[in-house]
């Protein structure tokens, strides 16, 4: 009994560490000016989440967001921030009034869809529960879908971000153009 009562509270305080973690850094991510740190701050809030994962008992999901989001992807994100390196300027440098109006826009969906949720839970339409076999989540299940029923938006991700380290090596490469030549004479 003690021992159960042990591994609850243990469970309990891993997950408020690894929720507040994911808070942490999810703030740290925005309010980074330097690139590099807000990337190796959603790095953290990656990992953090993957804890999360882990303890809701999705393994598979939380090994698939450590090794193709903290991993293959920020792999690219940081080589595009230092191929562009940290003195380019960027396009919405000013503030222009779309991004306010985006965010505004962005937290009004959310605040709609959280009533949504609510309300649909309180109605009791949520409350009825769909019978999942036991493949439900495994790996093998996972890949079937990957590569039957959902090849193409599978296949038009991996174009998107390959266009993504493209477009970041293009613009790497017009910003090293456009800068002085900061050799020194000799």
């Not at 953090?48 to 193709?68: G, H, I, N, R």
């Not at 309180?122 to 079937?144: C, D, K, Q, Y």
């Not at 991700?157 to 153009?177: D, Q």
């Amino acid at each position: 009994m003690i021992v159960a009562s042990f591994a609850n509270v243990l469970v309990w305080a891993i997950w408020v560490v690894a929720a507040f973690a994911c808070l942490a850094t999810g703030i740290a991510v925005i309010s980074f000016t330097n690139p590099f740190y807000s990337s190796l701050s959603l790095i953290g809030n990656l990992a953090s989440l993957a804890v999360m994962y882990l303890l809701l008992s999705a393994e598979f999901v939380a090994a698939a967001q450590v090794l193709v989001y903290a991993g293959a992807v920020m792999v690219m994100f940081l080589f595009v921030i230092a191929y562009i390196g940290p003195n380019s300027e960027s396009p919405w440098m000013g503030g222009p009034s779309w991004q306010a109006v985006g965010a505004v826009l962005a937290a009004g969906a959310l605040f709609i869809e959280i009533v949504v949720v609510i309300g649909l839970k309180a109605s009791g339409h949520l409350s009825h529960s769909e019978n999942v076999g036991t493949a439900f989540g495994s790996p093998a299940e996972i890949g079937r879908l990957f590569l039957t029923d959902h090849l193409l938006a599978f296949e038009i991700t991996s174009i998107v971000l390959l266009v993504a380290a493209v477009g970041g090596v293009i613009l790497g490469a017009h910003s090293r153009r456009d800068a002085p030549d900061e050799m020194p004479s000799l």
